[in-house]
């Protein structure tokens, strides 16, 4: 793929490169002996590509397919890797290599899927494998001296702010959410990793310089540059991706919606008046006033929103309310979806009534809860609160210690919330009711005296309905403030990243466990490095749009503390919330998250486990694996390093530890990340229905807004909850995350069939794509619409 085609309307590029072929500098290419060697293996006559002048697009739209003849020499044999040399002006972006007429060979494939740079921007000559796969200590001696120097070029020095054809990982501290030199406060945002107070994952390092302010936080990019930021080139989107999504779309949606629409809007236009105004929305649009787009073209409209051209802000409609409007206000929506909707990962059998906290008591005082007897036990189809937990009936969504300790200061921002605990009865049904939720703020003499208390209970009819609503409301703000921050961002993305470091630091392409592992993190360094820009940056997307605002990203900090790599397996982690106390038998069998996913786990665990076993006959080669062990110590001590220490860790000496890992691995980037992604659209794309942040705290007895609750309850309620331009900015946001684009390649897929020259893991891999698509068809079955779908992306 060209230059002109990467970058679309880089003519100048095409035109360059031809000059450049017409003065003889051409791309050459060299093969390497698998077999025999001098003192850094045989290399042969270089070649050259041919045609680059008259070849255009032959394959399928920007690619092109060139022909390179080299000349056989028996000296060389088999060929292992080539060299390739690019002595054009500007890079271009390489897919495959295959050899065919090899005298007594099949034809034998390279996937390089790369950008190859003009030589002079290396330090070291550009190399590529064939698809064969070889454990380090089988690797042949002329490959093993380039697989050894490919992988010491990939770790680098440390030193040094890296360039965009670098192709270095390595790790750094979150210390670029903030920018110190601004004098607002603000835009101030702590260090995350590195501390005890702030633990955190690492990220990718980029070597920017520090701030003028703060010797130990790094320097941003300006606005315009944000989708520069560096990242290994090898793991920035693909073309396709790159015109299809992130940074450009919500950077211009949250100028436009937080400046442009704020700024001009007066107080009153930016609420809605009823819920027939949200479903203007899908239905209708809403019209811009004029006075909004005034200096906009239209053109910039019909890029960052969804707009008809004519000034309407218009989504598609939704399944949630396409068929009955007000079904999302029903208990058992709000309750089916902590087992089928955005986050269902949180809610866990209740064992101890009443429920307590494990918040230092010295520090805040007394937090156990208010809920008492009297609010649950006639709800209970005729149990004492102890039969049912005997009997596994009684669950809880907790949010009360992750939000508790950050209340005091969210309160003090424009958010208004609580801390929440909401518990749930398991019906003879198989459905789950809410029986009480407890709302608490932080006590107003101080928190070691503990909290303020209420707790809220179901009701049918007049302003005890409408209060119970809003009660659901705050349980669903909190929820989705933690769905995106921890289920979401830092459960899948931000620890998935380091393993992704860490993987191409220590694991040769060549190695089999890198060939497993690759695929899965497909874009993950990319999207990271760009919200760190535009998402999870002090006063960014997340801030202005989910409840914690300015404590965002110190609360994921908090939650980071308690992560644990073997829990995040699925059994392990439905064991734990007492979902599965028997083993593997559910408690609630109506739970698609826990029974499709168990499918899935089950269908990645057993290609695993063929695809190991197949190169790995007995745990003593696990433990003579030196790439492995290397890659698996830097994994723990380097990208987790504020957790290194902790006993839990595998110690990566069996088979069954090698299985087990990778399995998790694949399990948080490729089915964890989808079940609290892709989901987003369907459910928080009717606001109402998943709110995420709330400008106002419960209406009280003898104010205005209880007496608003009683008179208009609806325009009460959608008070409660965001204002327009925040709606529509979390709404564009949320279009945007849950997009699958137009380059995805999903679970059971590969980008390329000859990923491997190994026939069994082929067709072990073949026997994984069939056992998916059999899931999906049983899940289509039972759910009609995918519950859990398995379109899922494998970053």
């Known amino acids: 793929m060209k230059k002109h085609v990467l970058d679309f309307n880089d003519f100048s590029a095409a035109v360059v490169d031809l000059l450049y072929e017409f003065l003889g500098k051409k791309v050459s290419l060299q093969l390497v002996s698998s077999v025999k060697a001098d003192h850094s293996g045989k290399l042969g006559t270089p070649a050259y590509l041919e045609n680059w002048i008259t070849t255009f697009s032959s394959v399928k739209a920007g690619e092109s397919a060139l022909s390179v003849t080299f000349d056989w020499d028996e000296d060389i044999g088999v060929p292992g890797a080539f060299i390739i040399k690019n002595f054009h002006q500007y890079e271009f972006y390489l897919k495959t290599l295959t050899l065919e007429n090899v005298p007594g060979h099949d034809s034998i494939h390279f996937v390089c899927n790369s950008c190859v740079y003009p030589a002079d921007k290396y330090k070291t000559d550009r190399i590529f494998f064939s698809n064969q796969a070889y454990l380090p200590n089988n690797t042949s001696e002329p490959l093993k001296f380039y697989r050894e120097a490919e992988l010491a070029n990939l770790r680098g020095d440390g030193t040094g702010e890296l360039k965009e054809w670098d192709r270095i990982y390595d790790y750094a501290c979150y210390n670029d959410l903030g920018d110190p030199d601004r004098k607002d406060a603000s835009y101030v945002s702590p260090i995350l990793g590195g501390s005890v107070v702030y633990p955190y994952p690492r990220r990718g390092r980029t070597g920017r310089p520090c701030t ?273 921050l921890i289920t979401h961002w830092l459960h899948t993305h931000a620890v998935i990243g380091p393993i992704v470091i860490a993987t191409n630091r220590q694991l040769s392409v060549l190695h089999p466990v890198y060939k497993l592992l690759h695929p899965h993190f497909r874009d993950t360094m990319n999207i990271n490095a760009i919200s760190r820009q535009i998402l999870t940056n002090a006063k960014g997307i997340v801030e202005s749009t989910l409840f914690p605002s300015v404590c965002a990203m110190e609360m994921s900090s908090l939650q980071y503390r308690d992560w644990v790599f073997p829990e995040q397996a699925l059994p392990a982690d439905l064991i734990k919330r007492q979902f599965s106390p028997y083993g593997l038998r559910l408690i609630i069998h109506d739970y698609p998250y826990a029974v499709d996913g168990l499918k899935i786990w089950s269908a990645i665990k057993t290609w695993v486990t063929d695809y190991c076993s197949f190169f790995y006959k007995a745990d003593q080669m696990i433990q003579q694996d030196t790439e492995l062990q290397a890659w698996w110590k830097e994994f723990r001590e380097k990208g987790h390093a504020d957790k290194k220490d902790e006993k839990c860790w595998p110690q990566m000496k069996t088979i069954t530890e090698l299985i087990n890992s990778c399995t998790i691995i694949i399990w948080l980037a490729s089915a964890l990340h989808a079940a609290t992604n892709f989901g987003q659209w369907p459910y928080a794309g009717f606001q109402p229905n998943r709110p995420t942040t709330s400008p106002r705290f419960m209406p009280e007895p003898g104010t205005e807004e209880y007496e608003e609750l009683k008179s208009n309850p609806d325009k009460a309620f959608l008070k409660t909850i965001a204002s327009q331009p925040q709606t529509l900015l979390g709404l564009s946001t949320i279009e945007i995350l849950s997009r699958h684009t137009t380059d995805e390649v999903y679970l059971g897929q590969r980008e390329n069939p000859e990923w491997t020259k190994n026939s069994e893991p082929l067709e072990a891999f073949k026997r994984f794509g069939r056992t998916l698509s059999g899931i999906e068809d049983q899940i289509q079955l039972t759910y009609h619409t995918p519950c859990f779908s398995l379109r899922v992306k494998v970053e």
């Open 212 to 484: 003028k302010t703060d010797p130990n936080s790094e320097s941003g990019l300006p606005l315009l540059e944000s989708l520069n930021i560096y990242v290994p080139r090898d793991e920035r989107f693909g073309h396709l991706k790159m015109s299809d999504f992130l940074a450009y779309e919500l950077k211009s949606i949250s100028q436009f919606l937080l400046s442009e629409y704020g700024n001009k809007s007066d107080s009153n236009s930016m609420e809605f008046d009823s819920f027939e105004d949200v479903q203007k929305i899908y239905e209708g649009g809403i019209k811009i006033p004029k006075s909004l787009t005034e200096g906009i073209s239209l053109e910039f409209l019909k890029q960052v929103l969804p707009t008809d051209g004519e000034g309407l802000l218009k989504y598609p409609l939704l399944k949630i309310i396409e068929g009955n409007k007000s079904a999302w206000r029903t208990d058992e929506e709000f309750a089916r979806e902590m087992l089928a909707g955005l986050n269902t990962v949180i809610i866990r059998g209740l064992h101890v009534f009443p429920p307590s906290s494990k918040l230092d008591p010295k520090v805040y005082g007394n937090q156990s809860s208010t809920i008492t007897r009297k609010h649950i036990e006639n709800k209970l189809e005729g149990m004492t609160i102890q039969d049912a937990i005997k009997t596994n009936r009684l669950f809880i969504l907790d949010h009360h210690d992750t939000i508790m300790p950050y209340l005091r200061r969210i309160n003090a921002t424009p958010t208004k919330t609580y801390a929440s605990r909401t518990l749930l009865f398991l019906q003879k049904d198989g459905t789950l009711k809410p029986l009480a939720i407890e709302l608490r703020l932080p006590h107003p003499d101080g928190d070691k005296f503990g909290s303020i208390s209420k707790v809220y209970t179901p009701a049918e009819q007049g302003v005890e309905n409408s209060i119970w609503q809003l009660a659901k409301a705050y349980v669903a703000v909190n929820d989705s403030g933690i769905r995106q």
